[in-house]
């Protein structure tokens, strides 16, 4: 049986996503977090179920508001003449299935990428990880790229756990937030992180940190850090 036809989404608000979504993709490369075309960047449409991800092998700078993709929550292109990235469906499914999910990012990056071909978690042995991610950065299994396995490693994993970010084995990172932001954000701290506790263990076994202290450290990072108000995130 086919699917419904997607909600409607005003165009204005699908408009406005476009151009987020174009314009984070030029954080990935300021961040040095991905290389020629690699990595990707989606946003959930609010009120709809549609998310913009941007076009397969394009190269950072020739993406605008204008080529980016609009998707169904199955990975089917709804508004754009180029083909989608091919990590479409492994973003669709964790939007089917992870409903607070508002963004969600891929990276190669460097340090985070050591990690996943040694298949093992960054561990939480500095405050800013248990702030951002509030345990460690886990693995996800190996998958093929092509269809949502992918998408099931990525769900499976940080189904119940804290970290907005999974490493995926012999692949790379990805990340979710309430919104595209937020998970470029968990990205770019992703990558800090496992470059900093890699370059620890060449000195020596890191210390741990007590999973009472990560809890705290977590809980006051995301409700009380930062500047309070309607339209402010916590923790920016």
Partial sequence: MSSPPPSPAPDAAVAALRRQVSDLHQELVRYQLVVWTAGNVSARVPGADLFVIKPSGVDYDRLSADNMIVCDLDG?????????SSDTAAHAYVYRNMPEVGGVVHTHSTYACAWAARGEAVPCVLTAMADEFGAEIPVGPFAL???????????????????PAVIMRNHGVFTVGKDARA????????????RTVHISRQLGEPLPIAQ?????????????????????????
Avoid: F, W
């Fill in 183 to 194: 998970a470029v954000k968990a990205a770019v701290m992703c990558e800090d992180v496992a």
């Fill in 212 to 236: 009472s202290d990560i809890d705290r450290l977590y809980d006051r990072y995301q409700n009380v850090y930062g500047q309070p108000g309607p339209s402010t995130p916590r923790g920016v």
């Fill in 145 to 163: 790229i092509g269809d949502d396995s992918i998408g099931r490693g990525i769900v499976d994993t940080l189904k119940g756990h804290r970290s």
């Fill in 76 to 84: 089917e292109v709804v508004e754009g003449s180029l083909s989608p």
